[in-house]
């Protein structure tokens, strides 16, 4: 499905993590904090159970901005992000992303990046991504 590269346009991707991402996540950044990877651990916890690494979860920002929108040749120069409230392993979620700006000379869009909990719809990040892509913009 193709989407025009224009302000105000829209795409939204469902997704969900698990534990054995999360476990591989730790491996491949070394952040082991107990949080993410230990139940006994997080039980002691306001969260009361494992938390998805913040960083994890932001990374379906990348997928679908260097994939599907606006895909291919896509690079991003700036993402802010905030961590609202936490994300939990086999729980779906959905990622909306809105095209703020464009600028056409140079070929630049800022992109509103949301995080949301498909199941209470509340926003879990939040954040806005600076892309460049010579094609689409």
């Known amino acids: 499905m193709t989407i025009e590269p224009v302000t105000d346009a829209t795409f939204e991707e469902f997704f969900k993590f698990t534990q054995d991402e999360v476990v591989r996540f730790a491996e491949l950044t070394g952040d082991n904090n107990p949080i993410h990877l230990d139940a006994e651990y997080a039980a002691t916890t306001s969260f009361k159970r494992p938390i998805i690494h913040g960083m994890l979860g ?4 990348t997928k679908v ?3 599907q929108f606006p895909g291919f040749g896509s690079i991003y120069l700036k993402q802010t992000l905030e961590f ?3 994300m939990f392993v086999e729980i779906e979620y959905k990622a909306v992303f809105t095209i703020k700006t464009i600028n056409k000379e140079k070929h630049i869009a800022e992109i509103s990046t949301e995080i949301i909990d498909a199941t209470t719809k509340k ?3 939040r954040g806005v991504a600076t892309m460049i892509n ?4």
């Open 65 to 67: 901005l260097g994939t």
């Open 84 to 86: 609202l409230r936490p």
């Open 134 to 137: 010579q094609e689409k913009f």
């Open 58 to 61: 932001a990374t379906i920002f």
């Open 123 to 125: 926003v879990v990040t």
